[in-house]
């Protein structure tokens, strides 16, 4: 079930658009290529399965996008390449099992990141790199059994100084080693 592509083109004037609890399991390409004054997208409590590397490409504009509560398994790794002012992003209550190398790496301006309630097992070195501005990270929720040295680079240019707020509960962890954080 999908919205036709042409469903929103005379709302040119759109800045926040809300498509909570509706049957949608696809969102298609373009849907949104005339909505360049949106700054928030809710999309929570869907059947969205996966996103294309096109469905987000003009909004330039979005601040908030939720995809909490959808049946996402894995992420196109540029899916969120073209939201680099966003804030705040909900991935929260999916199946994500994992996520790609830098798959956040433009969002820099990203204060909030939501991944609890997944299936990820294991982060990729450099997952969360670019993300200078993060304050909260959630985690919770997941299978993490450890978390590799290079998912949070304390080192680089995106260093994690901003992180104020980071969950780790409710996962399967049985180590972490003494340069996780570092």
Do not use: W
């Amino acid at each position: 079930i999908f919205i036709n592509e042409y469903a929103f083109k005379d709302l040119k004037n759109l800045e926040e658009l809300y498509l909570s609890y509706n049957s949608l399991t696809f969102i298609k390409d373009f849907l949104f290529d005339q909505q360049f004054k949106l700054n928030k997208l809710i999309l929570s409590y869907n059947k969205i399965e996966n996103l294309t590397s096109n469905v987000f490409i003009v909004l330039k504009n979005l601040r908030n996008l939720d995809l909490s509560n959808n049946n996402l398994n894995i992420l196109n790794p540029n899916c969120f390449s073209d939201l680099v002012l966003v804030n705040y992003l909900y991935l929260n209550k999916n199946q994500l099992k994992s996520l790609n190398r830098k798959q956040f790496s433009r969002m820099r301006q990203l204060f909030i990141l939501d991944l609890s309630y997944n299936e990820l097992v294991n982060l990729e070195k450099e997952c969360f790199d670019g993300l200078n501005n993060l304050n909260k990270l959630n985690l919770d929720h997941n299978k993490l059994e450890f978390i590799s040295f290079g998912v949070f680079n304390f080192n680089s240019t995106n260093s994690f100084q901003l992180l104020d707020e980071l969950y780790l509960n409710d996962n399967k962890l049985i180590s972490l080693s003494s340069n996780t954080f570092s």
